[in-house]
C-alpha cells in the first residue's frame, strides 16, 4: 500500500532560518509525490511535485523537495523562512484505485504545522 | 482561468439534517474529487467523479453521496448528518486521471454540525 508519514506535526523556526519539514512515502512501485500548503481557513495550494525524472524539484515561494529512493524520502525545504510562510504543509502520494485502475486519489501525511518566529 | 469554486463557505446544519455542498472545477477539467479535513482524522478521500462517472470511493458511509453532471460541476451530500460530520469539505478538480496529474484545490465549505 502506499502512504506518507510526515515527522514532526509541528516545526518552528527562526525568520531566516532553513526550514526542513520530513516526508517519507511507502511504496511498492516508483510514487508520485507531491507537497501541499494550507492557509488557514483555505483550501490546499500545490507546492511542487515529483514525477519522474530529475530528483530535485523546485516549487512555487522559494521552496524544493529532494527525491531518494534510497531514504524513500521527500523532505521539503527552504533556505530562508519568511514570515508568510507559517501555515500548514502536506505530504501526499497518488495512487490507483485498487476497484479500478484508472483511477486516483491522493493519500496524504497527517500534516506539519509551521510556525516562523520574528 | 478561474479557480475551484465551492459554495457554500461555511453552514451550520442540525443533527439529523441532510446537506449538499457543491463544487465547480476548473473549465476543462473532467475530474472531481471530495476530501473531508477534520483535526482527528486529516484529510480523507471522499470520492472521485470522472465524465459523470465515479470512478473511486474511500471508506465512508453510504450517508455521503455525490454526482457529477454533464458540465463537470459535482455535488455532494450528506444525509442524516451527525455531530462527527463537521468537518471542512475540499474539492479538488484534474484535467485527467493520471497518478502525475495535479489536483487543483478549492477553499473548502466548513460544515458544523449541531
Known amino acids: 500500500a502506499q502512504s506518507v508519514t510526515q515527522l514532526g506535526s509541528h516545526v518552528s523556526v527562526s525568520e531566516g532560518a532553513l526550514v526542513l519539514l520530513r516526508c517519507n512515502y511507502s511504496s511498492s512501485v516508483p510514487p508520485y509525490l507531491f507537497w501541499y500548503v494550507q492557509y488557514p481557513n483555505q483550501g490546499l495550494q500545490l507546492l511542487l511535485k515529483y514525477t519522474t525524472g530529475a530528483t530535485l524539484v523546485k516549487g512555487i515561494n522559494g521552496f524544493e523537495a529532494e527525491f531518494k529512493k534510497s531514504e524513500t524520502s521527500f523532505h521539503l525545504t527552504k533556505p530562508s523562512a519568511h514570515m508568510s510562510d507559517a501555515a500548514e504543509y502536506f505530504c501526499a502520494v497518488s495512487k490507483a484505485s485498487i476497484s479500478s485502475g484508472s483511477a486516483r486519489q491522493l493519500t496524504f501525511g497527517s500534516g506539519t504545522q509551521l510556525t516562523v518566529l520574528p | 482561468k478561474a479557480g475551484v469554486t465551492q459554495t457554500p463557505r461555511y453552514l451550520i446544519k442540525t443533527r439529523g439534517q441532510q446537506v449538499t455542498l457543491s463544487c465547480s472545477p476548473i473549465?476543462?477539467?473532467?475530474?472531481v474529487s471530495w476530501y473531508q479535513q477534520t483535526p482527528g482524522q486529516g484529510l480523507q478521500f471522499l470520492f472521485e467523479?470522472?465524465?459523470?462517472?465515479?470512478?473511486n470511493k474511500g471508506n465512508f458511509p453510504g450517508r455521503f453521496s455525490g454526482r457529477q453532471f454533464s458540465n463537470s460541476r459535482s455535488e455532494m451530500n450528506v444525509s442524516t448528518l451527525e455531530l462527527g460530520d463537521s468537518a471542512l469539505y475540499l474539492c479538488a478538480s484534474s484535467s485527467g486521471q493520471s497518478l502525475n496529474t495535479e489536483a487543483f484545490f478549492g477553499q473548502g465549505t466548513r460544515l458544523t454540525v449541531v
Open positions: 467523479y470522472f465524465s459523470e462517472t465515479q470512478r
Open positions: 473549465s476543462g477539467h473532467r475530474s
